[in-house]
């Protein structure tokens, strides 16, 4: 079933009634797009080297589906093995993924190893997964990965919603002892996101749902406006819960697109990171800002003054971040500048249509940027191309002659 877009943007949205776990994840989006089943799985055995499989599954209530990976220790393949972080990302960066999928994959990952980094006080470099290591969950990011990048519509990523998440309880036995649950990376990529507690215990989001739902930035709620519904999917996992299907429910839906709306915006989703500055000279801080704005992800930097304790002048600093960068956005906040707490927040953005054209003017080629307002088209010269202009006058004139022919 190839889904029906007309060319808005997709949204998914995860209703997490029995949890989330890679696997879980990966059966859900290939029940709502099961022509993707064969490439998926063919992705996944490529990369994790052990045989991959969909079952159609029914618990008695629901019907959807299990993504399984089969154990091929006749091989001398083992599900239990400990793989190096940067082995891992090896791995995925020599394969011959799509790019888009080698992207996603390396980013779930990267997210896990900053959350174990993070919990057990090293470097990312030096983390060394144990259960997430194993093949089966290898496989399952990777199945996630291609599912993420299939998603794409117009070469935009789908943005990403999730309800509350079940929070669990009691303990679980991992290789680095009995630990609570949620373990603690999984507790810490959990930052932000609604949890729950509906009276059953056990590991409800494993260390890899939580990473992917990190990596995708999923909001909660999810964003207003309306959508058309596309498909929706089912994702068994293999445990059973009492009074409580195990599954992760997905529906994927689509905002109108431009041209069946008769806008001139679009959606796009971001995440806001806002602190405050009352220590570090001015002069620091614009170096540091301009490093945080070349960051890959990062749409801009802002900074505005605000009075913090006892009438003491501060800088109020927003950055806004794609939501898959959040992580390095953080990290380069904490690194670059002298705060030491922020806060992260999951925004819906609009922005116009919008479109780079050059000209060649008196000999030099000038970039104009054309935006599409609801009345009318706009034009406006990049800064950097109107400063050869000798003084405020003739600067003035060089852009009203580029703006009126770039229009």
């Known amino acids: 079933m190839t889904l029906p877009g007309s060319g808005g943007r997709r949204h998914v949205h995860l209703d997490a009634v029995g949890g989330i776990a890679g696997d879980m994840f990966a059966a859900a989006l ?43 220790t006749a091989h001398g393949h083992h599900h239990h093995h400990h793989a190096a972080w940067h082995d891992i990302r090896a791995r995925l960066q020599q394969s011959a993924l799509p790019e888009p999928v080698r992207r996603h994959a390396i980013g779930i990952f990267a997210a896990l190893a900053e959350a174990e980094a993070h919990v057990h006080g090293i470097e990312p470099e030096a983390v060394t997964f144990h259960e997430v290591g194993a093949v089966d969950s290898i496989a399952d990011i990777t199945a996630a990965a291609w599912l993420i990048a299939a998603l794409a519509q117009d070469g935009a990523d789908a943005s990403w919603s999730v309800g509350p998440l079940p929070l669990g309880g009691g303990q679980v036995r991992t290789a680095h002892g009995v630990l609570p649950v949620p373990a603690p990376a999984t507790a810490l990529l959990l930052t932000g996101f609604a949890v729950h507690d509906d009276g059953i215990g056990g590991e409800r989001v494993t260390p890899t749902g939580a990473a992917i739902l990190r990596y995708l930035g999923a909001q909660h709620p999810p964003p207003s406006g309306t959508r058309r519904m596309l498909a929706t999917g089912i994702g068994f996992g293999t445990r059973k819960l009492p009074g409580l299907p195990n599954m992760l429910r997905v529906l994927i839906g689509e905002t109108a697109s431009a041209s069946a709306a008769a806008t001139t915006h679009g959606q796009r989703a971001l995440s806001v990171i806002c602190f405050e500055v009352d220590d570090q000279t ?83 080629t000038m970039r104009i940027k054309r935006a599409e307002r609801p009345d009318g088209v706009t034009a406006k010269l990049e800064a950097d191309d109107a400063a050869h202009g000798q003084g405020h006058a003739e600067r003035q004139q060089l852009r009203h002659r580029a703006e009126r022919d770039g229009l």
């Open 30 to 72: 290939l029940d709502a797009q099961p022509e993707h089943e064969a490439a998926c799985l063919r992705a996944a055995e490529m990369v994790a080297h052990v045989p991959c499989r969909l079952l159609r599954h029914h618990d008695s209530v629901l019907a959807g589906a299990r993504f399984q990976v089969l154990d091929d």
């Open 282 to 364: 001015a002069e620091d801080l614009a170096t540091g800002l301009d490093r945080i704005r070349a960051l890959d992800g990062v749409l801009d930097a802002l900074q505005m003054p605000a009075f913090g304790k006892k009438g003491r002048m501060a800088t109020h600093v927003q950055v806004l971040v794609t939501p898959a960068a959040v992580e390095q956005a953080v990290e380069a906040c904490f690194r670059e500048t002298a705060t030491i707490g922020l806060r992260v927040q999951q925004a819906e953005g609009r922005v116009l249509r919008r479109s780079m054209v050059s000209l060649e003017l008196d000999g030099k």
